[in-house]
């Protein structure tokens, strides 16, 4: 069974940072493409960022393009998401997602491609 426990949220003022964790358990992690998304109070979950298997190519939404950045690390079962210049609008719950196909690369930036969601972990910006 595939687990994804998310860390690392908290409160931060608008300039600062926070590095989120996911923890990925239950299958071998390197074959998997990872995702991340945030959902603020009254909005749609949205897209964030993702990465595939190996770690060799990474997508993000144009909100975060510059001041985010996704790694995974395959030994450690783990993909972060490192935020920079933090913003007030970047408050909402962070969830990590994982596709159910290995080596999945279509459609990465959509909810669809995922299948397994982990709690999330709330981020606060204070302005």
């Known amino acids: 069974q595939v687990q994804l426990v998310e860390s690392g949220g908290g409160l931060v003022q608008a300039g600062g940072s926070l590095r989120l964790s996911c923890a990925a358990s239950g299958r071998t992690f390197s074959r998997y493409s990872m995702g991340w998304f945030r959902q603020a109070p009254g909005k749609e979950r949205e897209f964030v960022a993702a990465?595939?298997?190996?770690?060799?190519?990474?997508y993000y939404d144009d909100s975060v393009k510059g001041r985010f950045t996704i790694s995974r690390d395959n030994a450690k079962n783990t993909v972060y998401l490192q935020m920079n210049s933090l913003k007030p609008e970047d408050t909402a719950v962070y969830y990590c997602?994982?596709?159910?196909?290995?080596?999945?690369?279509?459609?990465?930036?959509?909810?669809?491609?995922?299948?397994?969601w982990g709690q999330g972990t709330q981020v606060t910006v204070s302005s």
């Open positions: 990465i595939n298997w190996s770690g060799t190519s990474t």
């Open positions: 997602a994982a596709p159910q196909k290995p080596f999945t690369i279509v459609a990465l930036t959509t909810r669809e491609a995922y299948d397994y």
